[in-house]
């Protein structure tokens, strides 16, 4: 059975860093594409980094292009979403996701849509 668990979220203030973890049961994420998502209140689940198989391509979203980093470690099987210069706008469930059928970024990778296998989500609140 295929199981995500995020961990990390919490309140940290504007200009912050966090580190998010997605702890991987039933599913071997150096086979397969990961991504991160997340979502705000009132707002769609927007992705905002993939990762291919390996150390394959990485993507991040505009909005968080230069302050989020995608990591994945494959003994502990565990990826992770570093966070840094934190806004309050990054406030949000932040997921985890993969599929089995998708071992690179495919194009339109921020469409929820294309991932199959999710976590229950971790919130994170950038508020002073």
């Known amino acids: 059975q295929v199981q995500f668990v995020e961990s990390g979220g919490g309140l940290v203030q504007p200009g912050g860093s966090l580190t998010l973890s997605c702890d991987a049961s039933?599913?071997?994420?150096?086979?397969?594409?990961v991504t991160w998502f997340r979502q705000a209140p009132g707002k769609e689940r927007e992705g905002i980094s993939c990762k291919g198989r390996g150390d394959g391509s990485t993507f991040y979203a505009d909005s968080v292009n230069g302050r989020f980093t995608i990591l994945r470690d494959n003994f502990k099987n565990t990826v992770y979403l570093q966070m840094n210069s934190l806004e309050p706008e990054d406030t949000a469930v932040y997921y985890c996701?993969?599929?089995?059928?998708?071992?690179?970024?495919?194009?339109?990778?921020?469409?929820?849509?294309?991932?199959?296998?999710w976590g229950q989500g971790t919130q994170v609140t950038v508020s002073s």
């Open positions: 039933g599913f071997t994420l150096d086979y397969y594409a």
């Open positions: 996701a993969a599929d089995s059928d998708r071992r690179r970024c495919p194009t339109g990778w921020e469409s929820w849509k294309y991932w199959r296998s």
